[in-house]
C-alpha cells in the first residue's frame, strides 16, 4: 500500500468517522424537538380498577365426529381494590364466561368469584392478617407446580391450554392468612376450613365445594439466600393426609439465563384411585419442575422445563389403561385436569414468547408440552396485536398422538380461533 | 541534584494531579447522581412516549416506588404498571440484580434477567434512576461545550464510567456533567462489546423533593436512532418505603395509597 491510498484510507475513514457523528448530531437534534405524550392525571380510583370484555369465535376440528365444531365465547372479567383508610383494603375479582357450545351437564353461563377478601396490613407492610377468598397461589416453574397446593378443584372453566393464562381464571380458597416480612424473607401461614363437600353445578353458586371441601393449613418460609438466589419452604397438611412438604428455588444464572424449580413429597392415593372414586392406601411420592429460561438480545425468551409426578401412571400402567378401559383413561385425564395436577409420570415443556415480532406491539407466544411416557403432544401458539384499549389475537392449537395417548384421546385435534379483547 | 528533585516533583505532580483526578470524577458522578435521585425514599409517576421515525406508537405510565438499599446504597425500586388498562396493577421489583415481573392476576412472580427487563418499558427506569457511583467508576475525559436537551450550551465534565460491579446492565458510560451545578445533561451508555445501546438528555430542570431536577430524559435507541423514548417524571413525593417491600414476597400484597 502505498503513501497516497494510505492517505486516501485515512482521508475516507475520518470522512465516515465525522459524517457517523454529524448523522448522530442529527438523529440527536431531532429526537430532542419531540414532545411526550401530556402527563394523565390517573385517579387512584381509576388505579384500582380492571375490567375487560372478552370475545371468542373459532372452529374445532374433532376426533369423534366428522366435520368441525363452532365454539364461541364471552367473557367479562373484573377485579376492584377498595381502599379505608391506610391500613384496610377489600380485594373483589370476579369473571363471567358464556360458553357455546355448554359443556354437557354444566351451565352454559358460569360465574367464578376469584376472590373477595379483606386484607389489613400493619407495621408499614410489614404484617398482613387477610380473610376471605384469597387466590394463594405459589410455584416458579412455568406448567406444572408441585408447591402450589391450593391448585386442585380451582379451575370453573377451561378457557385456554397456555398454563400461565389458565391461572387467571382459578378460583380462591377462603381462608384465614397472616404473613410476617423483612428486609430479605417473610413467614406466612393459612388455614382454610371445609365449608362444603362436593362441588357445586350451578353456574353462578360460589362453589365452596370445589375449592374448601376440607380443612387445609400451610406454612411458608421464604428466604433470599445469595444476591441473586431465592427459596420457598413448605409445609403443607390436608385433613385425612400427612403433611406434604415442598421447596422452590429461583435463581440468576447469567446476565440472560434464569433457572426455577421446585419439588414436593407427600402420602396420597395414586392419581388413578383418586380418578376411579377408590379408597386406596397412601404412598409417598415426589413431584418436580425444573427449567431454565434464556432470552436474547432480540427480545425472545425460551423456557425449558421437565416434569414429573410420582403419583401419575407410569408409561407401562397408563399404556394397559388405554387398552383395556379408554373410559377410564378419559375419567383420568379429567381427574389430572381437576386437580390441576400432571397427567404424566414425565413431561416436557418448552414455552417462547417473543416481543414485537416483526412489528411493535405484536407478540408471539407459543409451547409444545410432550408426554415423555407415550410421545404424544400439544402444540399451541398465539400471534396477538395491542392496541391501546384493544387486543386482537389468532390462535391454533394441535394435538398429535396415538389414539390412546394423553393428547390424542381428546376430542379436540386442532382448534383454531379469534379472541378480542377490550380494555375499559 | 537537580535534575533529581526535578524529577520528584515531576512524579508527585502527576501523581498528585492523577489522584485530583480520580476523586473528583467521582465526587462530580456522586453529585450528579444525587440530582437525579432525591436522597430519601420518594414515589414519582413517570410517563413514556415512545416514537418511531418521528410519530407516537406508545404511551405508557407507571409510578416507581425507590429507596437506597442499607446494604450497598444502590437503589432499589417497585414499579407499579397504570397505563395501559391492559397492564394496569402489574408490577417490576429491581433491587440489585434482584428482579421480578408480578402480574395480579395470574399471582405469578417471575424472576427476571438483566436481558429479560431490557425487553420491557421499565427497561429504561435505570437511565434515569440508578445510581452510578455505586457501581461504576468515574474517570475525567476532558472538559466540552456542548448542546443540552433543551438546545442550551452547557460547559461540562466528560466523565467516562467503566463497571465496576457484576450485573449491571451497562458496561461504559459517558456522561457530561454541567461544571456550574453538577446537572447530568447527556450520558450515552454501552454495551460490552462497545456497541451504543442509548443516548440520554435530562431536560426540564424543575424543583422537586427540595432540588432542581429532570423532569424529562430523552433516551435514543443506539441501533436505531429513529426510535425515541421520552421519560416524563411528575408527582415526586416523599414517602415511607420500608425495606421488606423490595423482595418477591411482598408483589401480592403491595398496595400503596
Same mark, same amino acid.
Not at chain 1, 389489613?120 to 394463594?136: A, P, S, Y
Not at chain 1, 410455584?139 to 408441585?146: D, F, L, T
Not at chain 1, 362444603?196 to 393449613?217: I, M, Q, Y
Given at each position: 500500500?502505498?503513501?497516497?491510498?494510505?492517505?486516501?484510507?485515512?482521508?475516507?475513514?475520518?470522512?465516515?468517522?465525522?459524517?457517523?457523528?454529524?448523522?448522530?448530531?442529527?438523529?440527536?437534534?431531532?429526537?430532542?424537538?419531540?414532545?411526550?405524550?401530556?402527563?394523565?392525571?390517573?385517579?387512584?380510583?381509576?388505579?384500582?380498577?380492571?375490567?375487560?370484555?372478552?370475545?371468542?369465535?373459532?372452529?374445532?376440528?374433532?376426533?369423534?365426529?366428522?366435520?368441525?365444531? +363452532?365454539?364461541?365465547?364471552?367473557?367479562?372479567?373484573?377485579?376492584?381494590?377498595?381502599?379505608?383508610?391506610?391500613?384496610?383494603?377489600?380485594?373483589?375479582?370476579?369473571?363471567?364466561?358464556?360458553?357455546?357450545?355448554?359443556?354437557?351437564?354444566?351451565?352454559?353461563?358460569?360465574?367464578?368469584?376469584?376472590?373477595?377478601?379483606?386484607?389489613?396490613?400493619?407495621?408499614?407492610?410489614?404484617?398482613?392478617?387477610?380473610?376471605?377468598?384469597?387466590?394463594?397461589?405459589?410455584?416458579?416453574?412455568?406448567?406444572?407446580?408441585?408447591?402450589?397446593?391450593?391448585? +386442585?378443584?380451582?379451575?370453573?372453566?377451561?378457557?385456554?391450554?397456555?398454563?400461565?393464562?389458565?391461572?387467571?381464571?382459578?378460583?380462591?380458597?377462603?381462608?384465614?392468612?397472616?404473613?410476617?416480612?423483612?428486609?430479605?424473607?417473610?413467614?406466612?401461614?393459612?388455614?382454610?376450613?371445609?365449608?362444603?363437600?362436593?362441588?357445586?353445578?350451578?353456574?353462578?353458586?360460589?362453589?365452596?365445594?370445589?375449592?374448601?371441601?376440607?380443612?387445609?393449613?400451610?406454612?411458608?418460609?421464604?428466604?433470599?439466600?445469595?444476591?441473586?438466589?431465592?427459596?420457598?419452604?413448605?409445609?403443607?397438611?390436608?385433613?385425612?393426609?400427612?403433611?406434604?412438604?415442598?421447596?422452590?428455588?429461583?435463581?440468576?444464572?447469567?446476565?440472560?439465563?434464569?433457572?426455577?424449580?421446585?419439588?414436593?413429597?407427600?402420602?396420597?392415593?395414586?392419581?388413578?384411585?383418586?380418578?376411579?372414586?377408590?379408597?386406596?392406601?397412601?404412598?409417598?411420592?415426589?413431584?418436580?419442575?425444573?427449567?431454565?429460561?434464556?432470552?436474547?438480545?432480540?427480545?425472545?425468551?425460551?423456557?425449558?422445563?421437565?416434569?414429573?409426578?410420582?403419583?401419575?401412571?407410569?408409561?407401562?400402567?397408563?399404556?394397559?389403561?388405554?387398552?383395556?378401559?379408554?373410559?377410564?383413561?378419559?375419567?383420568?385425564?379429567?381427574?389430572?385436569?381437576?386437580?390441576?395436577?400432571?397427567?404424566?409420570?414425565?413431561?416436557?415443556?418448552?414455552?417462547?414468547?417473543?416481543?414485537?415480532?416483526?412489528?411493535?406491539?405484536?407478540?408471539?407466544?407459543?409451547?409444545?408440552?410432550?408426554?415423555?411416557?407415550?410421545?404424544?403432544?400439544?402444540?399451541?401458539?398465539?400471534?396477538?396485536?395491542?392496541?391501546?384499549?384493544?387486543?386482537?389475537?389468532?390462535?391454533?392449537?394441535?394435538?398429535?398422538?396415538?389414539?390412546?395417548?394423553?393428547?390424542?384421546?381428546?376430542?379436540?385435534?386442532?382448534?383454531?380461533?379469534?379472541?378480542?379483547?377490550?380494555?375499559? | 541534584?537537580?535534575?533529581?528533585?526535578?524529577?520528584?516533583?515531576?512524579?508527585?505532580?502527576?501523581?498528585?494531579?492523577?489522584?485530583?483526578?480520580?476523586?473528583?470524577?467521582?465526587?462530580?458522578?456522586?453529585?450528579?447522581?444525587?440530582?437525579?435521585?432525591?436522597?430519601?425514599?420518594?414515589?414519582?409517576?413517570?410517563?413514556?412516549?415512545?416514537?418511531?421515525?418521528?410519530?407516537?406508537?406508545?404511551?405508557?405510565?407507571?409510578?416507581?416506588?425507590?429507596?437506597?438499599?442499607?446494604?450497598?446504597?444502590?437503589?432499589?425500586?417497585?414499579?407499579?404498571?397504570?397505563?395501559?388498562?391492559?397492564?394496569?396493577?402489574?408490577?417490576?421489583?429491581?433491587?440489585?440484580?434482584?428482579?421480578?415481573?408480578?402480574?395480579?392476576?395470574?399471582?405469578?412472580?417471575?424472576?427476571?434477567?438483566?436481558?429479560?427487563?431490557?425487553?420491557?418499558?421499565?427497561?429504561?427506569?435505570?437511565?434515569?434512576?440508578?445510581?452510578?457511583?455505586?457501581?461504576?467508576?468515574?474517570?475525567?475525559?476532558?472538559?466540552?461545550?456542548?448542546?443540552?436537551?433543551?438546545?442550551?450550551?452547557?460547559?461540562?465534565?466528560?466523565?467516562?464510567?467503566?463497571?465496576?460491579?457484576?450485573?449491571?446492565?451497562?458496561?461504559?458510560?459517558?456522561?457530561?456533567?454541567?461544571?456550574?451545578?453538577?446537572?447530568?445533561?447527556?450520558?450515552?451508555?454501552?454495551?460490552?462489546?462497545?456497541?451504543?445501546?442509548?443516548?440520554?438528555?435530562?431536560?426540564?430542570?424543575?424543583?422537586?423533593?427540595?432540588?432542581?431536577?429532570?423532569?424529562?430524559?430523552?433516551?435514543?435507541?443506539?441501533?436505531?436512532?429513529?426510535?425515541?423514548?421520552?421519560?416524563?417524571?411528575?408527582?415526586?413525593?416523599?414517602?415511607?418505603?420500608?425495606?421488606?417491600?423490595?423482595?418477591?414476597?411482598?408483589?401480592?400484597?403491595?398496595?400503596?395509597?
Amino acid at each position: 500500500m502505498n503513501c497516497k491510498s494510505v492517505l486516501d484510507s485515512c482521508f475516507a475513514v475520518s470522512v465516515a468517522f465525522v459524517f457517523a457523528a454529524s448523522a448522530h448530531a442529527a438523529d440527536d437534534a431531532d429526537a430532542l424537538k419531540l414532545e411526550g405524550a401530556p402527563i394523565e392525571a390517573v385517579a387512584a380510583s381509576a388505579r384500582d380498577t380492571r375490567f375487560f370484555l372478552e370475545a371468542v369465535v373459532g372452529n374445532s376440528s374433532q376426533r369423534y365426529r366428522l366435520g368441525g365444531l +363452532d365454539i364461541g365465547r364471552v367473557s367479562l372479567d373484573f377485579s376492584q381494590t377498595f381502599r379505608v383508610g391506610t391500613a384496610l383494603r377489600f380485594f373483589l375479582s370476579d369473571r363471567v364466561d358464556h360458553i357455546y357450545p355448554d359443556v354437557v351437564g354444566a351451565d352454559a353461563t358460569v360465574n367464578s368469584l376469584r376472590e373477595a377478601y379483606v386484607s389489613w396490613q400493619g407495621d408499614g407492610g410489614g404484617t398482613v392478617v387477610e380473610f376471605g377468598r384469597i387466590n394463594l397461589r405459589y410455584g416458579p416453574a412455568y406448567g406444572y407446580n408441585p408447591t402450589d397446593f391450593f391448585r +386442585d378443584g380451582s379451575l370453573r372453566t377451561l378457557t385456554t391450554a397456555n398454563p400461565f393464562a389458565l391461572r387467571e381464571n382459578r378460583l380462591g380458597s377462603v381462608m384465614l392468612r397472616a404473613q410476617r416480612l423483612w428486609a430479605e424473607g417473610s413467614l406466612s401461614f393459612a388455614l382454610s376450613p371445609k365449608l362444603a363437600s362436593v362441588p357445586s353445578r350451578d353456574g353462578w353458586g360460589l362453589d365452596l365445594g370445589s375449592t374448601n371441601n376440607k380443612d387445609r393449613a400451610l406454612l411458608a418460609l421464604g428466604m433470599k439466600v445469595a444476591e441473586t438466589a431465592n427459596i420457598q419452604l413448605l409445609a403443607f397438611k390436608a385433613n385425612g393426609l400427612s403433611t406434604t412438604i415442598g421447596a422452590s428455588l429461583t435463581a440468576l444464572l447469567s446476565d440472560a439465563t434464569t433457572v426455577q424449580a421446585e419439588w414436593s413429597h407427600g402420602s396420597e392415593p395414586d392419581l388413578l384411585s383418586r380418578a376411579r372414586g377408590l379408597s386406596a392406601p397412601s404412598t409417598a411420592r415426589n413431584r418436580f419442575a425444573g427449567g431454565v429460561t434464556y432470552t436474547t438480545s432480540g427480545k425472545l425468551s425460551i423456557t425449558a422445563e421437565y416434569e414429573y409426578n410420582g403419583f401419575a401412571l407410569s408409561k407401562s400402567n397408563a399404556a394397559a389403561l388405554a387398552q383395556i378401559t379408554p373410559m377410564g383413561q378419559v375419567a383420568y385425564q379429567v381427574e389430572a385436569q381437576r386437580l390441576q395436577d400432571l397427567a404424566a409420570r414425565q413431561a416436557i415443556l418448552v414455552y417462547l414468547s417473543q416481543k414485537d415480532f416483526l412489528t411493535k406491539n405484536l407478540d408471539v407466544t407459543a409451547f409444545v408440552r410432550a408426554n415423555l411416557n407415550d410421545a404424544s403432544k400439544l402444540v399451541w401458539m398465539e400471534l396477538r396485536r395491542h392496541w391501546t384499549n384493544f387486543d386482537l389475537a389468532l390462535q391454533w392449537q394441535q394435538t398429535l398422538g396415538r389414539a390412546t395417548s394423553e393428547y390424542g384421546v381428546l376430542p379436540d385435534r386442532r382448534v383454531v380461533q379469534l379472541l378480542g379483547i377490550y380494555y375499559f | 541534584m537537580v535534575n533529581r528533585s526535578t524529577f520528584l516533583f515531576a512524579i508527585w505532580l502527576s501523581f498528585g494531579s492523577w489522584a485530583y483526578a480520580v476523586v473528583s470524577a467521582d465526587e462530580i458522578l456522586v453529585a450528579s447522581d444525587a440530582i437525579r435521585n432525591p436522597g430519601r425514599p420518594f414515589s414519582v409517576t413517570v410517563t413514556l412516549t415512545e416514537f418511531r421515525a418521528g410519530k407516537q406508537v406508545d404511551t405508557n405510565t407507571l409510578i416507581s416506588y425507590s429507596r437506597t438499599q442499607q446494604e450497598g446504597g444502590q437503589f432499589s425500586s417497585l414499579i407499579r404498571f397504570v397505563l395501559p388498562a391492559r397492564d394496569a396493577g402489574k408490577l417490576m421489583l429491581k433491587n440489585g440484580s434482584d428482579m421480578w415481573f408480578y402480574d395480579p392476576v395470574s399471582k405469578a412472580s417471575v424472576r427476571l434477567s438483566p436481558q429479560q427487563r431490557l425487553i420491557g418499558q421499565a427497561a429504561n427506569g435505570d437511565v434515569a434512576t440508578v445510581n452510578l457511583a455505586r457501581d461504576y467508576k468515574a474517570a475525567m475525559a476532558g472538559e466540552e461545550e456542548i448542546k443540552d436537551g433543551d438546545g442550551q450550551s452547557r460547559k461540562t465534565y466528560k466523565l467516562t464510567l467503566a463497571a465496576s460491579a457484576t450485573g449491571v446492565t451497562y458496561s461504559n458510560i459517558e456522561m457530561w456533567v454541567d461544571t456550574q451545578n453538577s446537572r447530568p445533561i447527556k450520558a450515552r451508555f454501552f454495551a460490552e462489546s462497545g456497541r451504543l445501546l442509548k443516548t440520554a438528555y435530562y431536560r426540564k430542570y424543575q424543583l422537586q423533593l427540595g432540588a432542581e431536577r429532570p423532569t424529562e430524559t430523552v433516551i435514543i435507541d443506539g441501533l436505531n436512532p429513529q426510535s425515541v423514548t421520552i421519560m416524563r417524571f411528575s408527582d415526586y413525593v416523599a414517602r415511607a418505603i420500608p425495606e421488606s417491600w423490595m423482595q418477591r414476597d411482598f408483589l401480592p400484597r403491595f398496595q400503596p395509597e
